[in-house]
């Protein structure tokens, strides 16, 4: 795992096309996702608004989700989305509990 917690946990992800979307607009776009983002409680890992590859990442203060806006070269925009390291069924298999 990317948090050198304990082995058998797993990490989710996705990404998310934002097809369809006026690039000569994308500053408006991330900007509004970062403006949302800071005001729901995420925090700002990477703010790289200012450069060509448009790049913004926050990870939820609640929970440790983490999202991402990221404009490509060709000017298409992709939001991300990954989840904190989580056990498969919810809760450490015994083997790991009694490992304290």
Not at 6 to 15: A, C, N, Q, T
Not at 41 to 49: C, E, M, T
Not at 61 to 80: C, H, I, N, P, Y
Request: proline share 6%.
């Amino acid at each position: 795992m990317a948090d050198d917690g304990p082995r058998g946990r797993y990490e989710i992800s996705k990404i998310y096309w934002l097809n369809g979307l006026p690039s000569e607009r994308n500053a408006e776009f991330v900007d509004a996702l970062y403006e949302h983002w800071v005001a729901n409680g995420f925090r700002v890992l990477s703010d790289q608004r200012a450069a060509d590859g448009k790049f913004v990442s926050v990870e939820n203060a609640g929970d440790a989700f983490r999202m991402s806006v990221k404009q490509t070269v060709e000017g298409d925009l992709s939001l991300g989305a990954s989840s904190p390291c989580v056990w498969p069924d919810g809760v450490p298999p015994a083997d790991q509990n009694s490992a304290g």
